[in-house]
């Protein structure tokens, strides 16, 4: 059953899961104190092989001092600034420090090349020398050894390549390095000399194609202007100061041009304005007024209304005179509008029909310039790209004169260099050396090597030690690789001397004071706390395998439950290995087994007994047992029957505490009575039980949905390292200081 209670410590320094909670296991991560515990744990095996890895080197050292001495003769290469050097300036020019080390460092890489080491064979010098014939004449097993023994390596800070040979000759080793410095200087100075000489073909080469181009340049701009008839190419196209009449004519046209259209513009703009205008516009009334006719008609008007005026003032304006004169004011001054209106459109009409023929005059002038600006055009360009082309001529031919000077100059230069005994760029300092001490073996080197060597291998053959032992020895590898919460972990009886010689089955009765009787009151009382009270009154205990302790368990457990008052009642479970009737015979010694086999577990469940029948008292006030009696032909179908059921519904009713010693979960029986307990505790040993064999107990369990309440891990040692041996040492400072105060009471 589930509960909400949160994870408790187990007393023993480990934190309780609870159990059925959803709590995978802890990622497989070891720490930095598991390492330091494997490592106490192992610390002999480490001291000893790294004793024995520092002898190793030490033996290995004088073993090839004596037969296989190394003697390595060095010397050096100079090597010039890189770059070709002008032979004509006083002083090279030096190269930047990383160009120059790139420099040293591809000589370097030369002198390693396949080829220098075929010629260095093929030498002599070196085919006389024991180390050649030391390889039978087989030329690739000497380039083997040259390409490892043989170095070359340029000094990142000087102009020097460094030249070794290591070989077991002293005398043989500067042999062949002489030899090799000889080779590769002369080899330098003879692919220089091959590769100015190219270089001095190219040029020539380039020269004389220069030189033919130069003069078909000339041949070319001689034509042109032959063909041309004109003189003044040069000056008129490169300096400017020439101006072509054609250039001069097709300027003009262009101003001309420019003022036909404006002409043209304004025209149009006029005729538009005429068009437009109104005969009320102020330029039309002005010239309409300067009219003969208008001019005699506004003078009659002005007359008339003097007139009207006087009558006005004389006869009042009702007057008869006065109404005739005003009707012929009003007939005069309509007859000056219609003259008014005709004569603006007379003007208006003659200003259109002007400009319109002024702008036709001026249209035919213009079309007649462009046919002859487009003549001249097609000349300028003609001139314009005879011009381009004579001028691109020149430019060519000063550009090929002054590629062919330097040319010139650069086979000057390299006339020079030819004879420069520098021109390898690479120079010998002196001869090898014979070398007087020894290379190979240092024991400053084997020495410490070995036990390095030895340590290392001491260190991971611990781990491998560690990593290969599967088995559950510790309560934190519970924790780490099952998923099931620990209620409590008993000791190996060999840790306290009380306990080596005493029967593990009754500990708990016999010595309560013990560290294992203490180990099932912790596991009682974590059980308690951590569990539902229904959970654990029907307790199953089982676990993977035969004989890992279940009935050990379950009669301590049982102890320890009667212990605190409890009635508790023990059930026997294990049709094929039966053990409850070993553990409390009958009054007279002799276990229950042999008097009736049948009277058991087995016949109940067959119908044989009833329930009172097969409960027999076990001499304990507080404990009685049911054996299993004998194996049934159908032990799973019986476990999980209805009468195993009643069984223990009749066990709640009468005990506090009802105790199933089981099979191992093997077996389907053991499946069936985890599925009608209350709650089931397995059981590991850490001598038996293997991470694999855990997990698997625990995953079927929870296949068939019974309350798991957790495990108890039983037999655990002390391990260097461990917490556990100073528990051990404090439980029993503890339990003796308690026993000294009792006697103090006592006495």
């Not at 039978?136 to 102009?159: E, H, M, Q, T, Y």
């Not at 600006?373 to 004169?401: F, H, I, M, P």
């Not at 569990?531 to 029907?538: N, R, T």
């Not at 087995?602 to 049911?626: A, K």
Request: aromatic residues 6%; contains cysteine.
């Amino acid at each position: 059953m589930m509960n909400n209670k949160q994870p408790v410590s187990s007393g023993h320094g480990q934190t309780m899961r609870h159990p059925g909670s959803a709590f995978a296991p802890a990622a497989i991560v070891i720490t930095p104190k598991e390492i330091l515990d494997i490592l106490r744990r192992h610390v002999l095996l480490i001291i000893i092989l790294t004793f024995f890895g520092a002898v190793a080197g030490t033996g290995l050292w004088a073993v090839l001092r004596k037969f296989d001495p190394k003697y390595t003769a060095r010397t050096f290469i100079e090597v010039l600034s890189p770059g070709q050097s002008d032979p004509t300036q006083i002083g090279a020019p030096l190269a930047a420090k990383d160009i120059a080390y790139e420099f040293r460092f591809s000589k370097a890489t030369l002198i390693k090349q396949q080829n220098m080491f075929q010629e260095l064979i093929r030498r002599d010098a070196v085919r006389e020398t024991q180390w050649f014939k030391s390889f039978g004449d087989d030329v690739l097993k000497a380039i083997d050894n040259l390409d490892k023994n043989l170095g070359a390596i340029a000094d990142r800070n000087s102009s020097y390549i460094l030249i070794s040979m290591t070989c077991g000759n002293a005398e043989e080793s500067a042999l062949i390095v002489n030899q090799m410095v000889d080779l590769f200087v002369k080899s330098q100075q003879s692919t220089a000399e091959t590769d100015i000489s190219g270089k001095l073909r190219d040029l020539s080469q380039q020269e004389n194609e220069l030189r033919n181009k130069l003069q078909s340049i000339s041949s070319s701009l001689t034509d042109i202007r032959r063909s041309s008839g004109i003189t003044q190419l040069e000056g008129g196209g490169q300096e400017g100061n020439f101006a072509h009449t054609i250039t001069q004519k097709l300027g003009s046209l262009e101003i001309e041009k420019m003022k036909l259209e404006a002409d043209i513009e304004q025209l149009r703009s006029s005729v538009a304005n005429f068009e437009e205008r109104k005969t009320t516009d102020e330029i039309v009334q002005r010239d309409t007024e300067n009219d003969q006719v208008v001019m005699s008609l506004i003078e009659r008007i002005a007359s008339l209304e003097t007139e009207l005026a006087r009558l006005e003032t004389n006869f009042g304006e009702n007057h008869r005179a006065v109404q005739q004169l005003r009707e012929v004011i009003r007939q005069t001054i309509a007859e000056k509008d219609a003259r008014s209106n005709s004569k603006a459109l007379q003007i208006r009409d003659s200003d259109v029909t002007t400009a319109k023929d002024q702008f036709a005059v001026i249209t035919n002038r213009l079309a007649k310039l462009e046919e002859l600006r487009a003549q001249t055009e097609n000349e300028q360009k003609e001139l314009d790209n005879t011009k381009a082309t004579y001028a691109q001529l020149v430019s060519d031919r000063e550009e090929t004169k002054t590629k062919l000077f330097a040319i010139q100059e650069q086979i000057s230069k390299y006339n020079l260099i030819k004879q420069d005994s520098e021109a390898s760029k690479v120079k010998p300092v002196g001869l090898a050396p014979v070398p007087l001490r020894l290379s190979s073996p240092h024991i400053v080197v084997y020495l410490p090597a070995g036990t390095f060597l030895g340590f290392m291998f001491s260190v991971g053959l611990a781990f491998l030690i560690e990593f290969l032992n599967d088995l559950l020895r510790t309560p934190k590898d519970v924790m780490k690789y099952v998923n099931i919460s620990l209620l409590g972990m008993v000791t190996h009886k060999d840790l306290d001397s009380n306990t080596s010689k005493a029967d593990m089955w009754k500990v708990v009765r016999q010595l309560p004071m013990s560290m294992m009787s203490e180990c099932y009151r912790q596991f009682r009382t974590n059980l308690k706390v951590s569990v539902a009270a229904e959970s654990q009154h029907v307790i199953f205990i089982t676990s993977g395998n035969a004989g890992e302790g279940r009935t050990t368990v379950a009669v301590n457990t049982a102890a320890v439950f009667a212990a605190e008052g409890s009635r508790v009642l023990l059930i026997d479970a294990n049709f094929r290995r039966p053990c409850l009737d070993k553990i409390f015979p009958n009054s007279n010694g002799s276990p229950t087994g042999l008097e009736n086999k049948d009277k058991g577990l087995s016949g109940y469940l067959n119908g044989n007994y009833s329930i009172e029948e097969i409960i027999r008292p076990t001499g304990l006030s507080d404990t009685d047992v049911i054996d299993s009696g004998t194996l049934p032909k159908n032990p799973g179908e019986l476990l999980g029957g209805r009468r195993m059921l009643e069984l223990l519904d009749f066990a709640k009713q009468r005990y506090e505490r009802v105790i199933i010693d089981g099979p191992p979960m093997l077996v389907s029986d053991a499946k069936a009575i985890a599925a009608l307990a209350d709650g089931t505790v397995v059981v590991f040993n850490t001598a038996i039980t293997k991470r694999g064999t855990a997990q698997r107990i625990v995953r079927e369990l929870k296949e068939i949905n019974p309350n798991v309440l957790g495990a108890i891990l039983i037999g655990v040692r002390l391990l260097k390292g461990g917490y556990f041996g100073e528990l051990f040492e404090s439980y029993r400072e503890y339990q003796n200081s308690h026993v000294e105060h009792l006697a103090g009471q006592v006495s």
